[in-house]
């Protein structure tokens, strides 16, 4: 069993629950996090979920790297933009080899058409799109059991 998953949110994201709420809804991005990590909490069985945001690709970049130095089993990851343009950030998830989930809040695919195409997700475990934040919920719960 996944003992530790990462949780990645890319840029804007941070200002979630803040603008665009028919969009993007009103829960905070801090909100999101402390939910993911209660659901681990919550087995009670030692499992964490580590939380990262961040606007710029290399970081997440490097954050994807560190990822695989510190054990963690299972990623969840809302690349927001970079989804659709990060070769980069798709490299860094194939090299750790650590399986991982694409999120997006929004139905991409009811979007505009540069929102269909996704670096990720055909190395994804699932993509979850649509569903507003549970799709954290759902993806979360996933990877501790995986
Ligand atoms: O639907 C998703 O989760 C997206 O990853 C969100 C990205 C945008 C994140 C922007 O988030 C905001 C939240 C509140 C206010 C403004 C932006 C968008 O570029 C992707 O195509 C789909």
Known sequence: MVKKVLLINGPNLNLLGTREPEKYGTTSLKDIEAAAQNQASSKEDGSEVLVYQ???????IDRIHQAKLEGVGFIIINAGAYTHTSVGIRDALLGTA?????VHITNVHQREPFRHQSY???????????????GYTASIEYALNY
């Open 120 to 134: 990720l997700s055909d190395k994804a475990v699932a993509v979850i799109c649509g569903l507003g934040v549970y």
């Open 54 to 60: 961040n606007n710029t690709e290399g970081f997440i």
């Open 98 to 102: 650590i399986p991982f989930i694409e």
